[in-house]
């Protein structure tokens, strides 16, 4: 198995789409719906708007496992706006995701390097993520075995969703 990594653009929104509802699917068949609730990304306008802004004004990454596409994440200058910028240069973390298909093999985190790779050649010291907190805080685990640390939790939206912001330094 080889896990490669390219630099993908707003040209791969369908396909970063494509990851988050398999992601969806597989959060369901656990039932784990609180994170992204139950309807594929791609049906929902907002959410099809916001992978094509997201993809636009970042760098979108796309984690290959044996040519397949796996994983994605997209790298930009600041948090959603549901948040406050650091009061310091940062990367910030968004649309993460993997394929279900390709869960466990590693292109996830393959991609969390990259991205802290990609801000230290920026010069920049600060990566930052945020993520769904509630359930059982596997994900927020995850970001933590991928050497992030827990700063602020956070909650959005009129259903209180759970969040925590996770900070990575890489200088």
Known sequence: MTITLRTGGPADAPLILGMLDSAVEWLVSQGRTGQWGTEPWSTNERAVELVHQITGAGTPYIA??????AA?????????SYLEPADEPERYIHLFATDSRFR????????????????RRAGISLLRVDCYAGDDGKLVAY?????????????????DWPGQVLARRVL
């Not at 290959?64 to 596409?69: F, K, M, T, W």
């Open 64 to 69: 290959e496992v044996d040519g397949a596409p």
């Open 72 to 80: 994605t994440l997209t790298l930009s200058k600041a948090p959603g």
């Open 104 to 119: 466990g093999l590693g292109a996830g985190a393959a991609l969390l390097a990259h991205a802290a790779e990609e801000t």
């Open 143 to 159: 970001y933590e075995n991928n050497g992030f640390t827990r700063t602020e939790p956070f909650t959005v939206g009129e259903d």
